[in-house]
């Protein structure tokens, strides 16, 4: 076989995997779409049944991310002292282009290190807890605490206290959303 033949079988070969592979840099998984089959990592169930912002993670050798019912669930991932997986990228809802907070959007990701989050509002997030709000958008972001409360940080402004501490839920509430009556 002469050498320009296997320069072009080489090259054809290198821009197949390259096409093949759906990443945004080096290594870099691209966000994944939402779907009806994304379950939560801690909780086990169907995200798209919850409210509000969503997170995703990608874990170094995965092709599927790991996906998670609130934002503050997957910050307690990364703060957690045994999580033990190399993070290749982390990916939140855009608040800020969400059609609701029933529907946070399927397809509107920005990477994690890069939002802007509403840290104390009135806002819950799919699981009860209160939620870690990420917008692309600084000025959207203030927007949202002024209306619910809250202040905004970047990520490395939320301390592992702040997502692994004990929340306490409102039973009642809880109760009344189940169909039960409270006692």
């Not at 090259?11 to 592979?21: D, E, Y």
């Amino acid at each position: 076989m002469k050498i320009s033949s296997i320069v072009a079988v080489a090259i054809s070969l290198l821009f197949l995997a390259a096409c093949s592979a759906p990443v945004e840099q080096a290594g870099i998984p691209k966000a994944a779409t939402l779907g009806d089959e994304a379950t939560g990592y801690y909780c086990q169930m169907i995200l798209i049944d919850h409210d509000g912002p969503k997170a995703q993670i990608f874990l170094k050798g995965q092709d599927k991310p790991l996906w998670f019912a609130q934002v503050r669930d997957a910050i307690a991932y990364l703060r957690a002292p045994e999580q033990s997986g190399e993070i290749v990228a982390f990916y939140v809802n855009d608040m800020g282009k969400a059609d609701s907070w029933a529907e946070p959007g399927i397809d509107n990701w920005i990477k994690a290190k890069n939002a802007f989050y509403v840290m104390g509002s009135d806002a819950e997030g799919g699981m009860g807890a209160p939620e870690m709000v990420p917008f692309a958008d600084k000025q959207q972001a203030e927007k949202f605490a002024l209306e619910r409360g809250g202040k905004v940080v970047a990520l490395d402004d939320i301390k592992q206290e702040m997502v692994l501490s004990p929340v306490e839920f409102d039973g009642a509430k809880m109760q009344m959303e189940m169909g039960d009556k409270p006692q």
